[in-house]
């Protein structure tokens, strides 16, 4: 990490935490887009890194565009390149729309030569980048960085070249799908953590205002069966203890708002150490609010809770996912309820006032008895703790690409409808609240996970006709598509997915005897 940093303030609100060139001669214009608003777009520690990269070249111009922008520092007809980040399946609304807004044709076999070369990665792309194929000219499957860095400057590089012959270069580097080519294999892009990543744009129109947050790791070693966030990033990787420590005194120098981010961040070998190096701050008196990303039950400690109580935290969310042992089993969550009340026990003795638990609705195999198990277990929580407050928060089953359960379809709608309204009444019985995620437009997230290539046109059609819940319907019916068999039926093991051409760990093979594994 560098000793000297340039820190510049400008008109909107923005402290850079990086060295920026000041650029009066360029010949290579980008836009960096993310497909929802400002407040969302300077949250994503992601797209701000990655924007940091290319910023700081002094070759390139790169300016971030929102799905809320209505003016451009660049003009459009000076854009060589655009980049978009997926990161969640309704995306691809916002993605049309930014392209219509600027006059781009949506499908890439469309676009002018004269036409800038548009890429997208992200989670979305990395799990299953099939029913997006005729949009974008090339894709990056897996970590950003590396494939991102080499493809912009790539790009930069042959821009005079027709983009054919620039296509073809970008084939060749490791992580980028080209789906003009028909690829047999694309190589998942895995980056060794050699350096902490971190908030570089502290900005007060953020989400979390002038957060700095901290990448303590990658991956998530825990595997759990329906989960994307671990089964694409595996293998799960740490950053250094001393860049992680610097990266806080460097955030700490600009604000007192730090989050911690990661999808098993408790799993950080020197994990209680870090937490020990903010508390003692905290209590020499340093003004310091934290968060963390995720804290898995079996994590809840005493000195990682404490830390945070003192930070200013007064509840906190653990992912619980189902109430019955037997489908936390199911889904590789090996979690009992003892571990659940010795938790809550953890919480109150440290003075949080509360938690909210996580779940999850229709996962194969689920019954009635599981979803009574939920009630029984807060009806323990509530008489057992009086005075903690409880919630639950709940989603419903999507199966996704690369993950042990995409061979299985979703519960039909009106099964996860009554469950929820019943869910919800006997919590509400008992003075606890909930909220339910829409069974409807999770159907839809479900049919995007497991797409393929002959989804794009029913993607158009969907925005051309509003892009609501009832579009997404009347799009099926007026191009014949059958969006059951992608949400809901089951697959045989032997099936050939769109996305098996990704090689990625631990591989078709491996996920093949999770399931079978998990499901005895």
Excluded at 228 to 233: G, K, M, P, T, V
Aim: charged letters at 25%; a neutral charge.
């Amino acid at each position: 990490m560098p000793k000297n940093r340039k820190i510049t303030l400008n008109n909107t609100n923005e402290i850079f935490l990086y060295d920026r060139t000041i650029k009066k001669d360029f010949d290579y214009n980008m836009w960096f887009a993310f497909p929802g608003p400002e407040s969302f777009a300077m949250a994503s520690l992601g797209y701000l890194w990655l924007f940091r990269a290319i910023d700081m070249l002094p070759d390139i111009d790169i300016e971030r565009i929102y799905a809320d922008t209505k003016t451009s520092r660049i003009y459009r007809e000076n854009i060589n390149l655009i980049g978009f980040s997926f990161s969640f399946d309704m995306d691809f609304l916002s993605i049309f729309q930014i392209l219509e807004n600027n006059k781009l044709a949506l499908k890439a076999k469309d676009r002018k030569e004269s036409d800038p070369l548009i890429f997208v990665g992200g989670p979305v792309i990395t799990s299953n980048p099939e029913p997006y194929k005729e949009i974008f000219d090339f894709m990056i499957i897996g970590d950003g960085e590396e494939p991102n860095f080499q493809a912009i400057q790539l790009c930069k590089e042959n821009k005079d070249k027709p983009k054919s012959e620039i296509l073809k270069l970008l084939s060749e580097i490791e992580g980028v799908y080209v789906p003009s080519l028909n690829p047999q294999k694309v190589k998942k892009a895995t980056k060794k953590l050699t350096e902490c990543i971190y908030t570089p744009i502290l900005s007060e129109n953020s989400f979390f205002p002038n957060t700095f947050i901290i990448e303590v790791e990658r991956g998530c070693a825990n595997r759990c069966a329906f989960c994307i966030a671990s089964y694409i990033n595996l293998p799960i990787r740490f950053v250094g203890y001393q860049q992680i420590i610097d990266a806080i005194d460097l955030g700490l120098k600009h604000t007192n708002k730090l989050a911690l981010l990661g999808a098993q961040v408790t799993a950080h070998p020197r994990f209680k150490e870090i937490c020990k190096y903010i508390d003692n701050k905290i209590k020499q008196g340093e003004n310091i609010e934290m968060s963390v990303s995720s804290l898995r039950v079996d994590s809840f400690t005493p000195e990682v809770v404490q830390t945070l109580v003192d930070a200013g935290q007064k509840n906190l969310t653990l992912a619980i996912e189902a109430g019955s042992e037997r489908l936390r089993k199911l889904i590789n969550k090996n979690l009992n309820e003892e571990q659940i009340y010795k938790a809550i026990e953890v919480a109150k003795s440290c003075g949080l006032k509360g938690i909210k638990f996580y779940g999850m609705l229709g996962i194969p195999t689920e019954t009635m008895e599981d979803i009574d198990e939920i009630i029984k277990l807060a009806k323990n929580i509530k008489r057992n703790y009086k005075g903690f407050d409880i919630s639950f928060g709940f989603s419903t089953f999507v199966p996704k690409a690369n993950t042990p359960l995409q061979w299985f379809g979703r519960e039909d709608g009106k099964s996860l409808e009554k469950k929820s309204n019943y869910l919800k009444k006997e919590l509400h019985k008992i003075g606890v609240q909930s909220s339910i995620s829409s069974p409807k437009w999770d159907y839809y997230q479900a049919v995007l996970s497991r797409g393929d290539g002959n989804l794009t046109d029913y993607l158009i059609e969907i925005y051309n006709q509003g892009g609501k819940i009832g579009a997404f319907k009347k799009a099926a019916k007026d191009l014949k598509i059958n969006t059951d068999y992608y949400a809901i039926e089951n697959y045989d093991y032997k099936k050939t997915f769109p996305w098996d051409f990704i090689e990625i760990r631990p591989g078709k093979e491996f996920l093949i005897s999770e399931s079978q594994r998990l499901l005895k």
